[in-house]
């Protein structure tokens, strides 16, 4: 992440860093004391959430500023507000990043999060394919001047359309239609699913369904997927049956951005409309984005404030800024394709030391291991791993018999580890460090005679051996060089 040679100091920005918890300390010490804890904590664990990264410290020190203190509803030049000339500038700025960096003819900087931006991408598709047309059939242009009757209407059919995604066990996410979530709230919803033997997608047996179902909306895109997905073949699905093609890419933007996922396997010249997160292996601040190359989608995009959306964080919209233009530099790429090879070396160090990877292997950012292979939950391994330094988080494996609370496996991500200077030489003690705690961890038994799918046994031994092996690990690639201790 840092130019400057491993475990070196820079002052200017170590300065900038300790003036700041100075100027925190004043108001509130224990928040300072909180946040100089945690950089403690992010430097002494093995950080191997999929979701996770870390992020310059010049996209951080973006987001503190009083760029906070501005509300800007609206888009560039057309705000609800007076007083926003920076705040355009800065918007404008991110958005012309993010065109250049993924090639899109149009970027949507201003959702909050993941889920913001799904929203975003959903209710512009409605706008698009349900209301517009039913304006126009009433000869009005705004949903104001409809009869309370028409209103109705078309409120029912707002809440009568459908939509295709991806299992939660096969690797989608909440936000693709599920019940839990606002999203399944909005559609009926129908899930596509992996193929047993192989774990992967069966693009037939999605056309199959697609045909079937009929959706208005069918999402690509996962939180825990581990192969490339073609979304050339996606797209040609959803025009056969006349669906709006949506790929949300939060999870592998980074690997788009720097050129892993081409051709086919790059979503942005096949979606309609593709979201993002900004952080995860973007490396950006914590926040969404909606990318487009259909004009009259973006329409309704820009309408993401009032639809969905409050006010935009400027504070946060500036360090996208940041963040995508250290993504556009000829390291970038270096680093993406440096997370898939970690990824590769890290599935197979695994599976050469007996746990099974689920698909066989990985073409992204992360993988999944099947942890009853060692004989435990997906609970039992999280809680272990952690209980030595090792941050995963547990996830159900396709066809899950353990649910989604106890599950069957752990994810695994990269993106983190590779920001901080790790090879594949790294990640394959780093596998042999998880395989180590797994192997060792054995589950309790309960008062009936069952084994638990909570609670385990770890003798302390090898939690220390665990945490001096990551501390060799981590002292040889460290976290924030830059800043210094921070004391």
Same mark, same amino acid.
């Given at each position: 992440?840092?130019?400057?040679?491993?475990?070196?100091?820079?002052?200017?920005?170590?300065?900038?860093?300790?003036?700041?918890?100075?100027?925190?300390?004043?108001?509130?010490?224990? %928040?300072?004391?909180?946040?100089?804890?945690?950089?403690?904590?992010?430097?002494?664990?093995?950080?191997?959430?999929?979701?996770?990264?870390?992020? &310059?410290?010049?996209?951080?020190?973006?987001?503190?500023?009083?760029?906070?203190?501005?509300?800007?509803?609206?888009?560039?030049?057309?705000?609800?507000?007076?007083?926003?000339?920076?705040?355009?500038?800065?918007?404008?700025?991110?958005?012309? !990043?993010?065109?250049?960096?993924?090639?899109?003819?149009?970027?949507?900087?201003?959702?909050?999060?993941?889920?913001?931006?799904?929203?975003?991408?959903?209710? &512009?598709?409605?706008? !698009?394919?349900?209301?517009?047309?039913?304006?126009?059939?009433?000869?009005?242009?705004?949903?104001?001047?409809?009869?309370?009757?028409?209103?109705?209407?078309?409120?029912?059919?707002?809440?009568?359309?459908?939509?295709? *995604?991806?299992?939660?066990?096969?690797? *989608?996410?909440?936000? !693709?239609?599920?019940?839990?979530?606002?999203?399944?709230?909005?559609?009926?919803?129908?899930?596509?699913?992996?193929?047993?033997?192989?774990?992967?997608?069966?693009?037939?047996?999605?056309?199959?369904?697609?045909?079937?179902?009929?959706? @208005?909306?069918? +999402?690509?895109?996962?939180?825990?997927?581990?192969?490339?997905?073609?979304?050339?073949?996606?797209?040609?699905?959803?025009?056969?049956?006349?669906?709006?093609?949506?790929?949300?890419?939060? !999870?592998?933007?980074?690997?788009?951005?720097?050129?892993?996922?081409?051709?086919?396997?790059?979503?942005?010249?096949?979606?309609?409309?593709?979201?993002?997160?900004?952080?995860?292996?973007?490396?950006?601040?914590? /926040?969404?984005?909606?990318?487009?190359?259909?004009?009259?989608?973006?329409?309704?995009?820009?309408?993401?404030?009032?639809?969905?959306?409050?006010?935009? @964080?400027?504070?946060?919209?500036?360090?996208?800024?940041?963040?995508?233009?250290?993504?556009?530099?000829?390291?970038?790429?270096?680093?993406?394709?440096?997370?898939?090879?970690?990824?590769?070396?890290?599935?197979?160090?695994?599976?050469?030391?007996?746990?099974? %990877?689920?698909?066989?292997?990985?073409?992204?950012?992360?993988?999944?291991?099947?942890?009853?292979?060692?004989?435990?939950?997906?609970?039992?391994?999280? &809680?272990?791993?952690?209980?030595?330094?090792?941050?995963?988080?547990?996830?159900?494996?396709?066809?899950?018999?353990?649910?989604?609370?106890?599950?069957?496996? %752990?994810?695994? *991500?990269?993106?983190? @580890?590779?920001?901080?200077?790790?090879?594949?030489?790294?990640?394959?003690?780093?596998?042999?460090?998880?395989?180590? +705690?797994?192997?060792?961890?054995?589950?309790?038994?309960?008062?009936?005679?069952?084994?638990?799918?909570?609670?385990?046994?770890?003798?302390?031994? %090898?939690?220390?051996?665990?945490?001096?092996?990551?501390?060799? @690990?981590?002292?040889?690639?460290?976290?924030?060089?830059?800043? /210094?201790?921070?004391?």
């Amino acid at each position: 992440m840092q130019d400057s040679p491993a475990g070196a100091v820079n002052t200017r920005e170590a300065d900038a860093f300790s003036a700041a918890l100075d100027v925190i300390a004043v108001s509130e010490p224990t %928040i300072a004391q909180h946040i100089r804890g945690e950089l403690g904590n992010q430097r002494s664990q093995l950080k191997l959430i999929a979701s996770e990264n870390y992020a &310059s410290p010049a996209v951080l020190l973006a987001m503190g500023n009083w760029f906070s203190d501005k509300y800007a509803e609206g888009t560039p030049a057309m705000r609800y507000y007076a007083g926003c000339e920076y705040v355009d500038k800065v918007e404008t700025l991110a958005a012309d !990043h993010a065109k250049a960096l993924f090639g899109a003819d149009y970027a949507y900087v201003q959702p909050h999060s993941g889920i913001d931006a799904n929203l975003v991408a959903y209710w &512009s598709i409605l706008a !698009h394919r349900v209301e517009a047309p039913f304006l126009s059939d009433r000869d009005t242009k705004s949903v104001n001047d409809l009869t309370d009757a028409d209103w109705e209407e078309l409120r029912q059919l707002f809440g009568n359309q459908r939509m295709l *995604g991806l299992a939660l066990d096969a690797g *989608g996410h909440l936000t !693709h239609g599920f019940r839990p979530n606002i999203s399944g709230k909005m559609f009926e919803q129908r899930s596509y699913t992996v193929d047993r033997e192989t774990e992967m997608l069966d693009y037939d047996e999605i056309a199959r369904l697609a045909r079937e179902f009929k959706p @208005l909306v069918l +999402v690509g895109g996962y939180s825990a997927y581990p192969r490339a997905v073609n979304f050339a073949k996606m797209r040609e699905i959803a025009d056969e049956v006349g669906a709006t093609f949506m790929v949300d890419m939060a !999870h592998f933007a980074g690997l788009v951005a720097g050129k892993v996922f081409t051709g086919d396997f790059d979503p942005i010249p096949h979606a309609h409309i593709v979201t993002t997160t900004t952080h995860k292996s973007l490396r950006g601040p914590r /926040g969404g984005m909606v990318l487009s190359n259909e004009p009259d989608l973006a329409e309704f995009v820009d309408k993401g404030c009032p639809m969905v959306l409050g006010g935009p @964080l400027a504070n946060v919209m500036a360090a996208k800024a940041v963040a995508f233009a250290e993504a556009r530099r000829p390291e970038f790429t270096t680093y993406a394709h440096q997370v898939r090879d970690n990824a590769a070396a890290l599935a197979e160090g695994i599976a050469k030391r007996g746990g099974r %990877i689920v698909s066989g292997g990985t073409d992204n950012h992360l993988c999944l291991v099947d942890v009853t292979s060692f004989g435990l939950t997906g609970r039992q391994a999280e &809680s272990a791993l952690e209980s030595s330094g090792v941050i995963v988080n547990r996830n159900s494996i396709p066809f899950d018999p353990n649910g989604a609370w106890y599950t069957s496996g %752990i994810r695994l *991500g990269t993106p983190a @580890l590779t920001t901080v200077g790790m090879d594949e030489a790294d990640l394959d003690q780093v596998a042999d460090i998880i395989c180590g +705690v797994l192997q060792a961890a054995e589950p309790t038994t309960t008062a009936a005679g069952a084994l638990s799918k909570a609670k385990f046994t770890l003798d302390d031994t %090898i939690r220390d051996a665990t945490r001096a092996r990551s501390a060799e @690990l981590l002292a040889a690639n460290p976290l924030y060089p830059e800043v /210094g201790m921070l004391a």
